[in-house]
């Protein structure tokens, strides 16, 4: 089979397309025939060496993918061949063929389509359990999302209004924040460092947001979290800008504010039933079209580079697919 491959560590230039066998499943695996899988920012940490999992050498980056299962381990009994499924993988996926865990792959329902499983998985999974079991998002309150039209701001918009929040929505650019618009953000946000504090207080009436999703971190997150509201949540998703902050302990004090970490490949690992559940609702969500991917542009296997590199300049809208 063909699959993009990091033999050495470094940006998305070192990627090698060529020949790959990964062999046969072990125990809890299964192989599946990839059809997409999705580009996200930890794949362009993950070549370079600097994700929180680290493969051994030779590795393919690719967190999700949707497809169908050709093999299964010899203990697994909820697949077979044929199933079409979406599974979160770690890494592997840009490939014809990845090894996926059976206890984070997913029968597709009929009306799901593989492109709009590969574009949803780890960005809405990561969102949901971000609203639902890290913030404990409730109805009227205001979700103020940094970096709301990469992947996983798209996500959280859609996601959001769905939990009947009040949507910020916060972009560099006004062509990034119609599209956030177009999403169903309620209000939208051009920030800097300098202005999001004041942003934040004035478009809440002074309150400031009930929640804070931030992807980008940097110099944005403490000016940021000046501008929560009391008793409020601030959710540590990731650092886009490629700086990570630091936050003086005395703001979550005198705010009586949280920071929470959002980390969904610890989520699915060590709470599989939670995630399971999940990742069902968001199938039926998908399903029904109450949710619905944004697919910024997809690419052939061989020039995933491309794609992540897309991704390093911060010039998706959205979510990126390589087709397999």
């Known amino acids: 089979m063909k699959a993009v491959l990091v033999e050495e560590l470094g940006g998305p230039d070192k990627l ?3 020949d790959h066998e990964i062999g046969k499943p072990g125990p809890g695996r299964v192989t599946i025939d990839v059809k997409y899988a999705g580009v996200n920012f930890p794949d362009t ?3 370079r060496g600097k994700y929180q999992f680290q493969p051994d050498l030779p590795f393919s980056p690719g967190g999700e993918v949707a497809g169908v299962i ?3 381990g010899a203990d697994v009994k909820d697949f077979k061949p044929g199933d079409r499924v979406v599974s979160g993988t770690g890494w592997g996926g840009f490939a014809e063929e990845v090894f996926g865990f ?3 792959t997913h029968h597709l329902p009929d009306e799901v389509s593989f492109k709009d499983a590969a574009a949803t998985l780890m960005t809405h999974g990561t969102v949901f359990h971000a609203l639902k ?3 404990h998002l409730m109805e ?3 979700l103020a999302i940094l970096g709301a039209s990469g992947g996983v701001g798209t996500a959280a918009i859609q996601l959001g209004k769905q939990m009947g929040a009040n949507v910020i929505a916060c972009a560099s650019s006004d062509e990034k924040l119609q599209f956030c618009k177009e999403l169903g953000a309620d209000v939208l946000h051009k920030y800097t460092p300098e202005n999001i504090k004041s942003a934040l207080k004035d478009l809440t009436g002074g309150k400031g947001a009930d929640i804070i999703f931030d992807t980008v971190g940097g110099d944005y997150s403490e000016q940021a979290f000046r501008g929560i509201a009391p008793m409020g949540r601030y959710l540590v998703v990731g650092f886009a800008s490629g700086s990570v902050p630091s936050i003086p302990l005395n ?3 005198l705010k009586s504010a949280s920071v929470v970490g959002v980390f969904w490949g610890n989520f699915f690992r060590n709470f599989q039933d939670s995630n399971k559940s999940n ?4 199938l039926e969500m998908i399903a029904s079209g109450k949710i619905s991917s944004a697919i910024d542009s997809i690419y052939g296997l061989k020039d995933a580079a491309i794609a992540l590199e897309k991704i390093e300049k911060r010039s998706v809208k959205g979510k990126i697919l390589i087709e397999c």
């Open 70 to 72: 050709k093999e299964v």
């Open 140 to 142: 009227g309150e205001t």
């Open 45 to 47: 940490l993950i070549i």
């Open 279 to 282: 990742i069902q609702q968001l």
């Open 102 to 104: 059976a206890f984070n």
């Open 16 to 18: 090698v397309y060529r």
């Open 251 to 253: 703001l979550p004090l």
């Open 133 to 135: 079991d890290r913030a």
